[in-house]
């Protein structure tokens, strides 16, 4: 009897959770597309029916990913009842938390020196859409008037940048004192961008 065609979004999301507890469980190094082929039981020649290389693979799996907490941000920004500077702290914090699911591991993978094109990639998707979350929310803290902005796209990029001093601060597992003192000067920084009232950006991290 023929094998029913399945739904190529199943199949591929299939692929990708394999291939996460592969990356995860034997690193990216030794791990290979017939080694995830074999651990699904199926010919290597259906995996790269879908992904060209392992290199894909891994970039195609941390986009998934990053649509998961970026899609958290949505709904969360879409909330009437968060204040906008609050919105700006949780921003942060599911980035912050998305980003070390499982102690950090799908992120050890991009500090890899061999992949740091794909970090480049999976950043800059990952900031276009915090920018784009982030311009709603600044309108509104202007409208409520918690912000009081005039260059919308320069701090946009700076909290962006932020964002990315807070990731690497976590990478580095600083000792908690030292961390809790660079997340209140990262929260005084935000509010001096955004022209906030003091004590109004928290993380909790």
Not at 30 to 45: C, D, F, L, P, Q
């Amino acid at each position: 009897m023929a094998r029913t065609p399945q739904d190529p979004e199943i199949r591929i999301n299939e692929i990708l959770d394999v291939a996460q507890k592969c990356f995860i469980n034997m690193g990216y190094r030794k791990t290979t597309i017939s080694g995830v082929a074999k651990e699904m039981g199926v010919a290597k020649g259906m995996l790269y029916y879908y992904f060209k290389s392992k290199e894909e693979l891994l970039e195609v799996l941390l986009k998934r990913h990053s649509d998961l907490f970026l899609s958290e941000i949505k709904q969360m920004i879409d909330s009437e009842s968060i204040m906008p500077s609050e919105k700006i702290g949780r921003m942060f914090e599911i980035v912050i938390y998305g980003v070390f699911y499982q102690d950090g591991e799908l992120l050890s993978i991009l500090y890899d020196e061999k992949n740091l094109y794909i970090k480049e990639k999976v950043t800059s998707y990952c900031g276009n859409s915090f920018m784009n979350m982030g311009k709603k929310v600044i309108a509104e803290g202007k409208k409520k008037k918690e912000f009081f902005v005039e260059q919308e796209e320069a701090v946009l990029e700076f909290l962006i940048l932020i964002l990315g001093f807070l990731i690497e601060m976590f990478y580095k597992k600083l000792p908690g004192d030292m961390l809790q003192m660079r997340l209140r000067m990262t929260e005084n920084m935000i509010e001096n961008l955004l022209h906030s009232k003091e004590g109004s950006i928290h993380f909790n991290l």
